[in-house]
């Protein structure tokens, strides 16, 4: 198990970008699917209230992702996310996912 395991992403997210935990987890969806789009009901399935999965309303889901985009910004990844309307999110470029990722991996 390596560094990023052991620790988990969420927490390395927080780490590398200042993000909360639901949003490491938003961001861990998208980098591992990308270029594809992560359907907005699967990001719904990101919260957690003592320590257990729960669904979050998709107005949370959209605030989630829209500090998500303010912190990705301050690092240089302004536009990065994209909606996909009528269906979710995604990170279209694949080497911007692995730049995200190797990020996070340093942070662990």
């Known amino acids: 198990m390596n560094r990023l395991e052991q620790l988990g992403f969420d927490t390395a997210a927080k780490r590398a970008l200042g993000v909360r935990p639901q949003e490491g987890e938003i961001l861990r969806r998208l980098v591992i699917a990308s270029p594809a789009a992560v359907h ?3 990001l719904r399935m990101s919260g957690y209230q003592w320590d ?3 669904s979050m309303p ?5 605030a989630l992702v829209s500090r998500l ?3 990705l910004a301050d690092i240089g990844h302004a536009d990065c996310i994209e909606t996909i309307g ?4 995604a990170i279209r470029d694949p ?3 692995d730049t995200i990722r190797a ?5 662990a």
Do not use: D, I, P
């Open 69 to 71: 985009r303010e912190a």
């Open 52 to 54: 257990r999965r729960v």
């Open 95 to 97: 080497a911007t996912a």
């Open 103 to 107: 990020m996070v991996e340093a942070a």
């Open 58 to 62: 998709v107005s949370q889901v959209r």
């Open 86 to 89: 009528g269906f979710g999110y």
């Open 40 to 42: 907005l009901e699967q």
